[in-house]
């Protein structure tokens, strides 16, 4: 498919930056990220991903992880699992 349409976009420099590091990590541009996300929309018939607001229990626990408190768990998914919820006798 050729490429002959252009999309301008004003984002902050510092973001700009900090997703590029990333997408570098594993291979890819902005150009390819936004193509794919183009795509994802069209077959989706929507965004590919949830757009919405969280929660205040959300919103609190995220607050909470940010002033990094919060709790870590280590192990293996079944053990972190086991700890968060009582497992069924």
Same mark, same amino acid.
Request: charged letters at 30%; zero cysteines; aromatic letters at 4%.
């Given at each position: 498919?050729?490429?002959? %349409?252009?999309?301008? =976009?004003?984002?902050?420099?510092?973001?700009?930056? @900090? =997703?590029?590091?990333?997408? %570098?990590?594993?291979?890819?541009?902005?150009?390819?990220? $936004?193509?794919?996300?183009?795509?994802? $929309?069209?077959? @989706?018939?929507?965004?590919?991903?949830?757009?919405?607001?969280?929660?205040?229990?959300? @919103?609190? %626990?995220?607050?909470?992880?940010? %002033?990094?408190?919060?709790?870590?768990?280590?192990?293996?998914?079944?053990?972190?699992?086991? @700890?968060?919820?009582?497992?069924?006798?």
């Amino acid at each position: 498919m050729p490429k002959n %349409a252009t999309i301008n =976009a004003r984002v902050d420099d510092k973001l700009k930056a @900090r =997703a590029e590091k990333v997408l %570098a990590r594993v291979g890819v541009n902005t150009t390819d990220v $936004i193509t794919m996300l183009l795509h994802q $929309i069209v077959l @989706r018939d929507g965004v590919p991903f949830d757009v919405t607001i969280p929660n205040t229990e959300t @919103r609190k %626990a995220m607050a909470e992880l940010e %002033a990094g408190k919060g709790q870590v768990f280590t192990g293996s998914t079944r053990e972190t699992f086991d @700890r968060i919820v009582k497992p069924r006798k």
